[in-house]
């Protein structure tokens, strides 16, 4: 299983609220703070679309929001990825996601730490 | 630790059953089971929800099902997470607040070590290893890939073990230092992220040249340039180069005494292509006196697709060749 294998697996596409949202797992083999998410850019069918929150563990708020977060993305746990996509039960998405996150304990320079960027898709029919 | 050594397993080679969700009682069964024990290394924030702040119904289930199963919590990673906030550190105080209760836990959950990552501030260091020695435990610094024997964080850790002659700190060695080829998998890995064959091949005559690791990656990385899949492959490239050391035992010598853990790494599914490597390390450090774990560790799951190859078939079978390696028949399994 690379990193990327299984972070948005088949199922991971849902409507809620109206919306199309994403449940897309950590790219890393451990928990990471919240605070290490840095980006998440999603694009629908081709389209990009802007991500209106995520949500995971006790945190839910706008992508830039978790910097401040105190919580943890539990390596069990997706994030839920809320886009700003009108989106109903039954239909089928070809979505993208390209996730970057801090590896806050590695450097890969004297006072940069690495970053996971990992890119992952899937076509699904929305629960 | 025993009079000699002890052979195990590290949960992190199971990371694809962890990201998939299985639980720490089910894997340790199945490792257990399969053979693979009885050392156990366990990466804390893989293995809890919440870690460090784990409740005492974890704490009785983790000794109990370590009991029940016949295996011994040896090492348990722990992480300062000094970039825990964007571009800023972490100050000594925040990062030692950070281990603390990680060490807490790895005393209580009754392993004798903890490995951290190589590289920590002087003054934290000093402190945590006092930590260490209150609660019991040894502190250990992970020594890796390109690591020089000569590093200045190696000879941060040696030369403060001089000074307070604690047996509580030392290093855990990983076999990794001594890696005569790239594993087989890295080259899948790359073709698969969309690398052209002349640019997968240059990768690896790079990687062979002898020069600098640093000089190495710049000029591999080189190939990658204007590539859709760049940031992953960058990633991919530059860790695998600074994981793969060209040392020998002989090298490490005189570290040898610090070592109070180990790591047989290995990536690729074939076991026999680390049997040349690992064997030597399994003499060095019989010959060294050494009397700690070495636990098979694989990291193949970085680069391979869980088709590909099961974690734990892969880890039996390295197991198998360590303790054949060691002279001693192989464990039964139950």
Do not use: N
């Not at chain 1, 990471?32 to 850019?41: A, N, Y």
């Not at chain 2, 610090?258 to 680390?274: C, L, N």
């Not at chain 2, 019989?286 to 990291?299: F, I, K, L, P, R």
């Amino acid at each position: 299983m690379t990193m990327t294998e299984g972070m948005v697996g088949p199922d991971a596409l849902s409507a809620r609220d109206g919306r199309l949202a994403v449940a897309v797992h950590l790219p890393w083999y451990r928990s990471l703070p919240v605070s290490c998410v840095e980006s998440v850019r999603v694009s629908v069918d081709g389209v990009p679309a802007p991500v209106r929150s995520v949500h995971v563990g006790d945190f839910a708020g706008r992508v830039e929001e978790a910097a401040g977060s105190e919580g943890s993305w539990d390596l069990r746990d997706p994030l839920d990825v809320v886009l700003d996509v009108a989106a109903s039960p039954g239909e089928t998405h070809a979505v993208e996601v390209a996730l970057a996150v801090r590896i806050p304990y590695i450097q890969q320079a004297p006072g940069v730490a690495l970053v996971q960027r990992a890119t992952a898709r899937t076509e699904g029919t929305l629960r | 630790m025993t009079d000699r050594i002890q052979y195990g397993t590290t949960l992190f080679s199971l990371t694809p059953d962890w990201r998939a969700g299985e639980s720490a009682t089910s894997i340790l069964q199945r490792v257990a089971d399969a053979g693979c024990g009885p050392a156990l290394e366990v990466i804390g924030h893989q293995a809890w929800r919440g870690f460090p702040r784990i409740s005492g119904a974890d704490e009785r289930a983790f000794r109990d099902a370590v009991d029940r199963v016949g295996l011994i919590p040896v090492a348990l990673g722990v992480y300062t997470d000094l970039y825990r906030r964007s571009g800023r550190p972490m100050s000594a105080d925040q990062a030692f607040e950070d281990v603390q209760p990680q060490l807490e836990v790895a005393s209580r959950l009754g392993f004798e070590l903890v490995r951290a990552t190589l590289g920590m501030e002087p003054a934290l260091l000093r402190r945590v290893a006092e930590e260490c020695e209150r609660l019991g435990i040894a502190l250990t610094f992970e020594v890796q890939g390109v690591t020089p024997p000569d590093a200045p964080a190696v000879a941060e850790v040696l030369s403060l073990r001089e000074e307070t002659g604690s047996p509580y700190l030392g290093l855990t060695l990983d076999f990794s230092l001594t890696t005569p080829a790239l594993p087989v998998a890295f080259g899948t890995a790359l073709r698969r992220l969309g690398l052209p064959a002349a640019a997968v091949t240059a990768v690896h005559r790079i990687w062979a040249q002898d020069e600098p690791v640093g000089r190495r990656i710049g000029a591999a990385l080189a190939w990658l340039g204007g590539h859709p899949e760049e940031a992953a492959l960058t990633t991919l490239v530059a860790g695998m180069f600074g994981r793969t050391g060209r040392w020998q035992p002989a090298d490490w010598a005189s570290v040898l005494p610090a070592v109070r853990h180990a790591h047989a790494k290995f990536w690729d599914p074939e076991v026999e292509s680390v049997r040349e490597p690992h064997g030597a390390w399994i003499s060095a450090l019989e010959s060294a006196g050494y009397t700690g774990a070495v636990v098979s560790e694989w990291g193949g799951h970085e680069l391979l697709d869980r088709a590909d190859a099961d974690a734990l078939a892969v880890t039996r079978a390295h197991h198998d060749l360590l303790v054949e390696l060691a002279g001693r028949p192989a464990a039964v399994t139950a």
